[in-house]
């Protein structure tokens, strides 16, 4: 009795020690002594129409993370260095669903960020939510995103509908100075959730400011002809057009409506599109005078806005664009609140990101302010609107609007002047 008694103890003992051992050489799972690197998961277009600015948001977000771990990685996590995992959404749903299971459940990281499209974005912050880690959204502007009492969700991009209010101010405000008074208005978007969010935007602020919309005219993405979409428009001589596309759209019907010579006081973008490297190079001269409205121009006039774009232009041959800066200042607000929390516990992590308060260094050339609210929505992101000039024979965005951003010397040309100017 008294040796079965001590062999119990004994089994006792040994298993203490080992699990002792165990969470000796684990450091908890979380310790700051352990970690060694940080996966952050990155669910971007890599390829397909979008391909492009899925590529400059990667570029973006390796000079951000080259930056950072340069200077130490994450401090208050032993130095850890973070590592980017990309995955190829195609600029499907369903793919970019699979890839924020696959991201989360077999490379285990700590965060994820994307999607460039809301349609695809959509579907993967639920994922993200489900297993409650953090996702951190850049780009995609559909209203939804942040409207699903979500707490694992931040979005730093503007909503759709602030493009929309933005631009119909722009457009109250051009009407006046310039004495045109503008009646009527064609709006032409791809049917998928974002362009069907711009739509509710529009209709709110359009109706508020008493013009009339005389078309709202869907098409499917990526459609290799919109010949009849644009005839519709010509046919109603509405006195300004305003577009959601993405990139292959908006090249097509900036081609098409120069093809047909369709003369409204103005064409307005919604960015997507119209804001990729791309377009100027499939539009070339037809879309001069053309307007977009965007959160960035590399002519603004913010802090380090100068410095860093300069270092991307040196790194990848081009310049930053609105996508590019946010996926950038993206980077650091990760790494502020990766600081802050401490640890790779997701709700750490997501606590920090709630309490982001960000009022210097780099982020400044995003915004003078970067904080959440309850919605996990960024307050007061900055629009502004560009208008595409010619300058020294290359196609520029030139900002033209609020004056005070505008770039100094340069005033919006207003109306169009046509396709004979």
Request: one cysteine or more.
């Amino acid at each position: 009795m008294f040796i079965k008694r001590n062999y119990k103890i004994f089994l006792l003992c040994i298993t203490v020690l080992l699990v002792m051992l165990i969470a000796g050489c684990s450091g908890g799972g979380k310790s700051s002594g352990e970690v060694k690197e940080i996966k952050i998961g990155n669910i971007l277009p890599l390829s397909g129409s979008a391909a492009p600015v899925g590529k400059i948001g990667q570029q973006a977000r390796d000079m951000a993370v080259e930056e950072i771990n340069a200077a130490g990685g994450i401090k208050s996590l032993g130095g850890a260095k973070i590592k980017m995992i990309y995955a190829d959404s195609k600029g499907d749903p369903a793919t970019g669903v699979a890839e924020a299971e696959r991201l989360i459940t077999q490379e285990r990281v700590a965060l994820i960020t994307g999607a460039y499209q809301s349609g695809v974005t959509l579907p993967a912050t639920e994922v993200a939510e489900r297993y409650k880690v953090p996702f951190v959204c850049p780009v995609p502007s559909e209203d939804v995103i942040t409207e699903r009492g979500f707490k694992y969700v931040f979005r730093l991009a503007e909503k759709t509908t602030w493009r929309n209010r933005e631009q119909v101010r722009f457009i109250q405000d051009m009407a006046k100075k310039f004495g045109t008074p503008v009646k009527t208005v064609a709006l032409i978007y791809e049917n998928t959730a974002w362009g069907q969010g711009a739509v509710k935007g529009w209709e709110k602020y359009l109706k508020e400011a008493g013009l009339k919309i005389v078309l709202k005219e869907p098409y499917p993405a990526n459609s290799s002809d919109l010949t009849p979409v644009v005839l519709k428009v010509k046919q109603l001589k509405p006195d300004v057009i305003m577009m959601c596309s993405y990139v292959s759209d908006a090249a097509l019907l900036t081609n098409t409506f120069a093809e047909h010579k369709v003369k409204p006081l103005a064409f307005i973008g919604t960015s997507g599109g119209f804001a990729d490297p791309v377009y100027f190079k499939t539009t070339g001269d037809n879309s001069e005078y053309f307007f977009d409205i965007s959160t960035w121009e590399p002519d603004v006039n913010r802090p380090f806005s100068k410095e860093v774009n300069e270092k991307f232009k040196q790194k990848y041959g081009y310049p930053m664009n609105a996508e590019a800066v946010k996926a950038y200042t993206a980077m650091y607000v990760i790494k502020d609140a990766l600081e802050r929390a401490g640890s790779l516990d997701p709700e750490a992590i997501r606590k920090a990101l709630a309490e982001t308060k960000l009022t210097s260094g780099v982020t400044q050339m995003y915004a003078s302010e970067i904080i959440f609210d309850e919605s996990g929505q960024m307050v007061n992101a900055p629009l502004i609107i560009s208008q595409f000039r010619k300058i020294n024979g290359k196609m520029e965005r030139v900002t033209v609007w609020p004056e005070k951003e505008a770039r100094p010397g340069w005033k919006p040309v207003w109306p169009f002047p046509g396709w004979d100017k």
